[in-house]
């Protein structure tokens, strides 16, 4: 089993629209969880942490499953610049690194 | 802002030579990494350190070399560069860990590296 999975998409919504990712992870030992966002030939960036409680910041929504080891991303009224690849990230449950998924691509249309 | 530069956007180099990728961050972060992207693979982890003089194999660490003479500074070497090692690299940096936002990592922009 992969360490983190993701249904790489590609996700096409239109503007407005509510869209939502899942992930998986492998390791039970894992404690800390993020969904980064990543643009077109760009480096990725934090998108959000997720905490236990799930977690909201506007537009987005994070929710973490322990005892299913199932992480997910909930984003409302989509816009055009929502259009990114979204990397699900789960740490390796000791010391610092972290194991990316392959990401999910979405594209917001008009 | 925390800031990760890396030497250079676009590198093209030929079989055989040797590689030298830089990173320096600006936040006096204890912990780097170095990372490969490809398509349809992700990103994979090569090197991290987690203190000066300090290096960690990765999942891929076959090929490369990594050093840290200064907290700062991570460079990651290609001690002799193959065709596939043609890939985008990146560099991030994180605090130790913390309880709350955990492990953040802050990436460079990355080196497009070509070997021909």
């Known amino acids: 089993r992969k360490e983190v999975e993701q249904d790489p998409g590609p996700f096409n919504v239109p503007e407005g629209a509510t869209v939502a990712f899942n992930c998986t992870y492998s390791?039970?030992?894992?404690?800390?969880f993020f969904w980064y966002r990543q643009d077109c030939r760009k480096e990725p960036k934090l998108l959000m942490s997720v905490y236990s409680s799930g977690n909201e910041d506007g537009r987005f929504t994070a929710q973490l499953n322990r005892a299913s080891q199932y992480i997910s991303l909930l984003i409302r009224d989509s816009k055009l610049s929502d259009s990114a690849t979204y990397l699900c990230v789960v740490n390796k449950g000791s010391g610092y690194a972290l194991n990316f998924g392959k990401g999910t691509s979405l594209l917001v249309t008009p | 802002d925390v800031k990760v530069t890396q030497s250079s956007r676009y590198l093209v180099k030929r079989t055989g030579e040797k590689v030298f990728l830089e990173c320096v961050q600006d936040m006096d972060h204890e912990n780097m990494f170095w990372y490969r992207q490809d398509p349809g693979l992700g990103l994979r982890l090569i090197y991290f350190?987690?203190?000066?003089?300090?290096?960690e194999k990765g999942d891929i660490p076959e090929g490369y070399s990594v050093s840290r003479e200064k907290k700062e500074r991570f460079s990651l070497i290609l001690e002799s560069a193959s065709t596939n090692q043609t890939s985008m690299y990146l560099c991030?940096?994180?605090?130790?860990?913390?309880?709350?936002?955990?492990?953040?990592?802050?990436f460079g922009p990355g080196t497009r590296l070509t070997v021909l």
């Open positions: 350190s987690y203190d000066v003089k300090m290096k």
């Open positions: 390791n039970s030992a894992s404690q800390s």
């Open positions: 991030a940096s994180s605090l130790e860990e913390t309880a709350r936002g955990g492990d953040t990592q802050y």
